[in-house]
């Protein structure tokens, strides 16, 4: 009943909606999710996986929430609105964390044993987050909308983007260029232009964009002349024309 509680009190404290825990606890799907989860964690570490499962099904049906009961999840989780939320079996969630609708916390595909991320305490994951793999992600940190986050998280950080990278640790502007993760396609556009740069300078002809101005021009020039080749024809005719 502890976490209960703590539920309720970080759901009034995060939400400027929130009137009174009576209305939290009998209309937010959010909490519901997180109260039946309390229960359906308890029988799935006592060895009643079964039933521990038809409780969080019947979650999922309810609210649109998936949280596998095997996850870990502190007292004071507070998740806003929440349909689309699906929370991995190997999740482990600190206090007064913040999630919103459409975050997943889950794996890659790739790993074995603990495969889903760990959320420190104090975080804030925005709507459409993707947190997968087994990473952590420090105490005091904010994930960004949309962000698709693959690598640890610094404590204090804000991370953005996809691939996610962190753009400012504690509270100051962050610019590591080595956080991305590399893109095979855009590096091979970069490769191909340096050496069409290279090739150019060295036949020394006029770089790309200065080259198709100029067979834009060259054909203008040409289509101008079939035009007037094309009226003098027909003017031609006409005199035909009229001197029968």
């Known amino acids: 009943m502890g976490k209960i509680k703590m539920d309720l009190q970080t759901a009034?404290?995060?939400d400027p909606a929130a009137r009174n825990k009576f209305e939290i606890f009998f209309t937010y799907g959010g909490f519901k999710a997180l109260y039946r989860h309390r229960f359906a964690h308890w029988f799935y570490?006592?060895?009643?996986?079964y039933l521990a499962k038809r409780i969080s099904a019947g979650t999922r049906r309810k609210t649109g929430i998936d949280i596998h009961p095997a996850a870990k999840i502190a007292g004071g989780v507070f998740i806003d609105h929440g349909v689309g939320v699906v929370i991995g079996e190997t999740v482990e969630i600190g206090t007064n964390v913040l999630i919103y609708q459409g975050v997943t916390l889950g794996g890659t595909g790739k790993d074995t044993g603990k495969r889903h991320p760990t959320i420190q305490d104090n975080v804030m994951i925005s709507a459409g987050a993707k947190v997968l793999g087994p990473i952590v992600v420090g105490h005091d940190s904010k994930i960004g909308a949309g962000s698709v986050v693959l690598k640890d998280v610094p404590p204090n950080s804000t991370v953005v983007g996809v691939p996610g990278r962190v753009v400012k640790y504690n509270n100051v502007k962050v610019n590591?260029?080595?956080?991305?993760?590399?893109?095979?396609?855009?590096?091979?556009?970069?490769?191909?232009?340096?050496?069409?740069?290279?090739?150019?300078?060295?036949?020394?002809?006029?770089?790309?964009k200065y080259s198709i101005t100029q067979d834009n021009a060259v054909e203008e020039r040409k289509e101008n002349a079939i035009e007037q080749e094309i009226d003098a024809l027909e003017n031609s005719v006409k005199d035909k024309r009229s001197e029968l």
Do not use: V, Y
């Not at 570490?45 to 996986?49: C, L, Q, V």
């Not at 556009?189 to 006029?206: D, G, P, V």
């Open 12 to 14: 009034l404290e995060k």
């Open 45 to 49: 570490n006592h060895g009643m996986k």
């Open 176 to 208: 590591d260029i080595d956080q991305k993760l590399p893109d095979p396609i855009l590096e091979e556009f970069a490769r191909l232009n340096h050496r069409i740069e290279t090739l150019e300078k060295q036949l020394n002809i006029k770089a790309c």
